[in-house]
């Protein structure tokens, strides 16, 4: 992939899939795009970004800029750029939904793109809000589920890969990681630390787009969050090692624009 933009307005040495991100998402603020090309570089020298389908940075401030995908920065479906329904504050913070309406598409399908026994999902969130049933992910049944209840209880939050619930103490802020391995290896991470894991196999991937700020269930959009997104992903299932070095990449990105948490 050849340089697509003035060299003037990049740091020097950024990776092209970076550049060709921030061409079209019509960014040049200098602090965005040194954290954007910082990010690139690091995930493809610890091992994550091929790992990765999709990317959300949310940065630029705009519906328009969030929307994009670091991975496939294409303006169409298969590209999995996202389309946002309902009422969103967009901020240099990130992505604000309502908790009411809003959601957003990645029009990626798990069961299209992503494998049963290896895929991972997360966002990172902003907002520390334990109240209400809040959720993201895709659903068919019980027991054909890709999803993240960020608030199951005033205690707790579950994520699930399948029938298979993580129940961990609830804190809706920071990068949360969910990640299968394997049949029998699924984990779930906070903040770079392991919430819990699972045994139980996953036998199908849900055949719905995975919808981020709600939960796709069977094509429609329920249980919407009011959680703040400053980073959205999917991808295939993360090593131990690599879920923590995803951690530090992210943090320090959203560090780098003065926005971590």
Known sequence: MSFLVNPYWYPS??????????????IT??????????????????????????????????????RWNLKDPRDLDVAFRLQFFGFWVHSANGALPNGVNAYCNSFLIPSVTMSANSHSYGIYSRTNNTTGNRIYGSSTSATVTLQHNIVLSVTQGAFQSGNSPILYPI????????????????????????????????????AFNFYF???????????????????????????????????????AFETTLGRQV
């Not at 040495?13 to 019509?26: K, N, R, Y």
């Not at 990010?39 to 990317?55: D, F, Q």
């Not at 429609?220 to 299932?237: I, M, V, Y």
């Open 29 to 66: 603020d200098p602090t965005i795009t040194s954290a954007i090309c910082t990010l690139v570089i690091s995930m493809k020298a610890n091992g994550t970004w091929t790992k990765m389908k999709a990317i959300y940075p949310f940065v630029g401030g705009s519906s328009f800029s969030h």
């Open 171 to 206: 804190n809706t802020q920071s990068l949360f990681v969910a990640t299968r391995t394997s049949s029998t290896v699924f984990k779930t991470f906070r903040a770079g630390a392991l919430l819990g894991s699972s045994i139980i196999p996953m036998t199908s991937l849900p």
């Open 213 to 251: 700020a709600a939960r796709n269930n069977s094509g429609t959009a329920l249980q919407f969050t009011p959680h703040q997104l400053a980073f959205g992903f999917l991808g295939d299932g993360l090593t131990d090692a690599e879920a923590a070095t995803f951690f530090t990449d992210v943090q």
């Open 13 to 26: 040495g950024c990776d092209p899939d970076a550049v060709a991100f921030l061409t079209a998402a019509g």
